[in-house]
């Protein structure tokens, strides 16, 4: 081996370089490797050649445990002590971020813009920089301060008698004895009672079981300069009561009008609390749609799954949920709304008229009549019957089996959730607008998109309101811009991070190192070319370079052409895989790489050897399977043809739907009728030829394990 690694490194200063000596991690043959600092270093070689052993198990290993031991003992105890990977030493090591594919995010709450740091930025625009709008009646929220609603008063209803009234109850239920009760001691005379004026009485008290509407008559008055102090002092008086609210009705029409110190609507008098970045988070009890906790979907009864097949009665098993006909209650109860419409439980679901159908499904107004024949007893028995749905919701609620779950999950389907639409957030958070759009209208942007968006917003807003917003937006665009910069701009922030590929998870992470402008870092990287388009390659190089003048060092394992013709430094690593590779083939610039005789790769990128193109190629044997009209994603009705027995390719740019046809539709639609999957394809017309295949296996980039002690036979 000695003679192999006496090629390049000469030129290189000696404390400018990350020394390995000695690495005999996995089958790594006690090699010495240099990799020159601040540079962009690729490690390649063949599948197994021991790449990812000295570039994970060996440099980030170490790094890690390093970093690990400058904990004290006592946090060690918690976290444990790494092992020392197999290496004589490392000089020079810095600290050591991986940026790798697996580190896939299953958490439905974590989304491209929470792990970008991006969607906060933009909580904080909004708590800072939005105007609210009432969602009752689309108006502009408004707040004054107490002198600001007195010259209101003053000018609004000059000459008028009016009431200043303190709103203290609002649409609740209650008797509120204790509360009429106070107001009695504190010396107030009256009060309005779902708009009527009383007297407080003692003992007085309202229908408990009913929603009202209370506010207490402060003062009544003409609105006039000479009393200003009288009306000065009520304003105060209303303002303690109210908690920041006023009511002034006029004494002649009724009409009434609300001021606030707090953020109000004009009209409705619902008020605001004081915006907070997090109002606008949907992972927050503050932010987060009451309806869905956040999530933007509920699991929903999907009637199709709960009546398949409606050519069968319900003696027959047409309900699943309840199967076959057994001597039971509900049965009875069945049969009882079914004797209603003249129909019976052997008659076909397909044949039953549609109300019957939703009367078994959702329940019945009345009691139903169960006949004394069917029960056995001396008169007709009266039941209350709520309907499949009710009781299905039931044991989702309430039985908190895994068996209980998991039989009432095969009833369900996810969909948009009704109350926010799918935009996560309560309504009173979504009726923050900056411009023209509210937080999560931007989330739903593709990233490019927002970058426009962002680019004009500020023409739109109030100078106030631009100052503040300035940095913040400056903040975002950065990040935008990294975030496009790895090709990433089809993304949109509100894309869960669970639905990524490998690749473009380990993108954003790239993107999001850059953004947090660390130095004297060492990013080791794990293909980062994988799964991307040339033209989208040529932008993650740049990106890398970027990290690079940052004042890092960059080790990628690669096997891509271009990165490789790119790198300032290449390590080849082989010769073969497992016991025949390990070994240090050579290292240097790409030139030497080439220049080397024994090096695979450098007889590769020099053109000494080149993969060639077939003579002929297989063609199809006439069996095809067509699928027509996809729809999912940004596939709008295409169609595809694939022909069978051969090996077809698709391919296209990042974020072409290349993946969405694959594994969205054409996988799903395959598993679920070849290997009875439980899984929901995306939309599409029609599939032809699926009679033609047996089953469908699917080799994806999921990651077997790599450090976890996996081997290929396990
Ligand atoms: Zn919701």
């Given at each position: 081996?000695?003679?192999?690694?006496?090629?390049?490194?000469?030129?290189?200063q000696e404390?400018?370089?990350?020394?390995?000596?000695g690495?005999?991690?996995?089958?790594?043959?006690?090699?010495?490797?240099?990799?020159?600092?601040?540079?962009?270093t690729?490690?390649?070689?063949?599948?197994?050649?021991?790449?990812?052993?000295?570039?994970?198990?060996?440099?980030y290993?170490?790094?890690?445990?390093?970093?690990?031991?400058t904990?004290?003992?006592?946090?060690?105890?918690?976290?444990?002590?790494?092992?020392?990977?197999?290496?004589?030493?490392?000089q020079?090591?810095?600290?050591?971020?991986?940026?790798?594919?697996?580190?896939?995010?299953?958490?439905?709450?974590?989304?491209?813009?929470?792990?970008?740091?991006?969607?906060?930025?933009?909580?904080?625009?909004?708590?800072?920089?939005?105007t609210a709008?009432?969602?009752v009646t689309?108006?502009k929220?408004?707040?004054?301060?107490?002198?600001?609603?007195?010259?209101?008063?003053?000018?609004?209803?000059?000459?008028?008698?009016?009431?200043?009234?303190?709103?203290?109850v609002?649409?609740?239920?209650?008797?509120?004895?204790?509360?009429?009760?106070?107001?009695?001691?504190?010396?107030?005379?009256?009060?309005?009672?779902?708009?009527?004026?009383l007297?407080?009485t003692?003992?007085?008290?309202?229908?408990?079981y009913?929603?009202?509407?209370?506010?207490?008559?402060?003062?009544?008055?003409?609105?006039q300069?000479k009393?200003?102090?009288?009306?000065?002092?009520?304003?105060a008086?209303?303002?303690?009561?109210?908690?920041?609210?006023?009511?002034?009705?006029d004494?002649?029409?009724?009409?009434?009008?609300?001021?606030?110190?707090?953020?109000?609507?004009?009209?409705?008098?619902?008020?605001?609390?004081?915006p907070?970045?997090?109002?606008?988070s949907?992972?927050?009890?503050?932010?987060?749609?009451?309806h869905?906790k956040?999530?933007?979907?509920?699991?929903?009864?999907?009637l199709?799954?709960?009546?398949?097949?409606?050519?069968?009665?319900?003696y027959e098993?047409?309900?699943?949920?309840?199967?076959?006909?057994?001597?039971?209650?509900?049965?009875?109860?069945?049969?009882?709304?079914?004797?209603k419409?003249?129909?019976q439980?052997?008659?076909?679901?397909?044949?039953l008229?549609?109300?019957?159908?939703?009367e078994i499904?959702?329940?019945?107004?009345?009691?139903i009549?169960?006949?004394?024949e069917?029960?056995h007893?001396s008169?007709?028995?009266?039941?209350?019957?709520?309907?499949i749905?009710?009781?299905?919701?039931?044991?989702?609620?309430?039985?908190?089996?895994?068996?209980?779950?998991?039989?009432?999950?095969?009833?369900?389907?996810?969909?948009?959730?009704?109350?926010?639409?799918?935009?996560?957030?309560?309504?009173?958070?979504?009726?923050?607008?900056i411009?023209?759009?509210?937080?999560?209208?931007?989330?739903?942007?593709?990233?490019?998109?927002?970058?426009?968006?962002?680019?004009?917003?500020?023409?739109?807003?109030?100078?106030q309101?631009r100052?503040?917003?300035?940095?913040?937006?400056?903040?975002?665009?950065?990040?935008?811009?990294?975030?496009?910069?790895?090709?990433?701009?089809?993304?949109?922030?509100?894309?869960?991070?669970?639905?990524?590929?490998g690749?473009e998870?380990?993108?954003?992470?790239l993107?999001?190192q850059?953004?947090?402008?660390?130095?004297?870092?060492?990013?080791?990287?794990?293909?980062?070319?994988?799964?991307?388009?040339?033209?989208?390659?040529?932008?993650?190089?740049?990106?890398?370079?970027?990290?690079?003048?940052?004042?890092?060092?960059?080790?990628?394992?690669?096997?891509?052409?271009e990165?490789?013709?790119e790198?300032?430094?290449?390590?080849?690593i082989?010769?073969?895989?497992?016991?025949?590779?390990g070994?240090?083939?050579c290292q240097?610039?790409?030139?030497e790489?080439?220049?080397?005789?024994?090096?695979?790769?450098g007889?590769?990128?020099?053109?000494?050897?080149?993969?060639?193109?077939?003579?002929?190629?297989r063609t199809?044997?006439?069996r095809?399977?067509?699928?027509?009209?996809c729809?999912?994603?940004?596939?709008?009705?295409t169609?595809?043809d694939?022909?069978l027995?051969?090996?077809?390719?698709v391919?296209?740019?990042?974020?072409?739907?290349?993946?969405?046809?694959?594994?969205?539709?054409?996988?799903?639609?395959?598993?679920?009728?070849?290997?009875r999957?439980?899984?929901?394809?995306?939309?599409?017309?029609?599939?032809?030829?699926?009679?033609?295949?047996?089953k469908?296996i699917?080799?994806?980039?999921?990651p077997?394990?790599?450090?976890?002690?996996s081997?290929?036979?396990?």
């Open positions: 081996m000695d003679n192999i690694n006496n090629g390049h490194n000469g030129g290189m404390d400018n370089v990350i020394k390995v000596v690495a005999r991690v996995h089958n790594l043959k006690n090699i010495d490797v240099t990799i020159p600092r601040d540079q962009l690729v490690i390649t070689g063949l599948s197994g050649s021991g790449k990812s052993s000295l570039a994970f198990d060996t440099i290993a170490e790094g890690q445990r390093r970093y690990i031991e904990f004290s003992a006592y946090a060690r105890n918690f976290i444990g002590g790494l092992e020392r990977p197999d290496v004589d030493e490392i020079g090591l810095s600290p050591v971020i991986s940026i790798e594919q697996k580190t896939v995010n299953r958490n439905p709450r974590s989304t491209v813009g929470t792990t970008t740091e991006i969607y906060d930025f933009f909580r904080l625009l909004f708590a800072r920089a939005a709008y009432s969602y689309g108006e929220m408004v707040k004054y301060t107490d002198e600001q609603i007195l010259q209101l008063l003053l000018k609004d209803y000059a000459g008028q008698p009016v009431y200043i009234l303190a709103p203290v609002r649409a609740r239920k209650g008797h509120y004895r204790e509360l009429f009760d106070t107001l009695r001691k504190k010396g107030f005379l009256n009060v309005r009672v779902d708009g009527e004026n007297p407080i003692a003992g007085m008290k309202v229908d408990r009913k929603n009202h509407n209370i506010e207490v008559v402060v003062d009544k008055l003409l609105v300069p009393d200003d102090e009288r009306l000065k002092k009520s304003v008086t209303a303002m303690k009561q109210g908690e920041g609210l006023l009511m002034i009705m004494k002649e029409t009724g009409a009434a009008k609300y001021y606030s110190k707090r953020l109000m609507c004009p009209t409705s008098g619902i008020s605001y609390g004081d907070a970045p997090n109002k606008f949907f992972n927050s009890p503050e932010g987060a749609c009451p869905c956040g999530l933007g979907y509920i699991n929903e009864i999907d199709d799954k709960v009546m398949p097949d409606r050519k069968l009665s319900i098993g047409a309900i699943v949920p309840l199967g076959k006909y057994k001597n039971q209650m509900i049965f009875w109860q069945i049969d009882a709304i079914l004797q419409y003249e129909c439980l052997k008659t076909p679901v397909a044949e008229p549609e109300e019957a159908i939703n499904l959702y329940g019945s107004l009345g009691n009549r169960i006949s004394k069917l029960v007893t008169s007709d028995y009266f039941v209350e019957f709520n309907g749905i009710k009781y299905l919701h039931n044991v989702m609620e309430n039985d908190d089996s895994a068996s209980g779950q998991k039989w009432a999950d095969q009833f369900l389907a996810v969909v948009k959730c009704p109350e926010c639409k799918g935009q996560r957030l309560n309504r009173e958070s979504l009726s923050y607008r411009w023209d759009k509210n937080i999560s209208e931007l989330a739903q942007m593709d990233l490019s998109e927002l970058k426009e968006w962002l680019g004009q917003v500020e023409d739109h807003m109030e100078p309101q100052k503040i917003a300035q940095e913040i937006v400056k903040e975002i665009r950065t990040r935008l811009d990294f975030m496009i910069d790895v090709g990433l701009e089809y993304l949109a922030l509100d894309r869960q991070s669970a639905t990524l590929s690749g998870s380990q993108r954003i992470r993107a999001t850059i953004g947090s402008q660390l130095v004297n870092v060492l990013y080791i990287l794990d293909e980062p070319s994988i799964g991307l388009h040339q033209r989208d390659n040529a932008k993650l190089l740049k990106t890398l370079y970027r990290l690079r003048d940052l004042g890092n060092t960059l080790v990628v394992v690669e096997h891509d052409e990165t490789m013709r790198a300032d430094h290449i390590v080849d082989g010769p073969r895989a497992g016991i025949h590779g070994q240090l083939v240097g610039t790409v030139e790489i080439c220049a080397n005789p024994d090096s695979i790769t007889a590769y990128l020099s053109g000494r050897k080149k993969i060639e193109v077939p003579k002929t190629r199809s044997d006439g095809w399977i067509h699928l027509k009209g729809r999912m994603n940004n596939l709008d009705g169609n595809f694939i022909p027995g051969v090996l077809t390719c391919t296209g740019v990042s974020g072409s739907g290349k993946s969405t046809f694959v594994n969205g539709i054409l996988y799903k639609i395959l598993a679920r009728d070849l290997n999957a439980k899984v929901k394809p995306g939309s599409y017309e029609k599939i032809e030829g699926i009679e033609n295949l047996d469908v699917v080799i994806d980039q999921s077997i394990g790599r450090t976890d002690r081997n290929p036979a396990t």
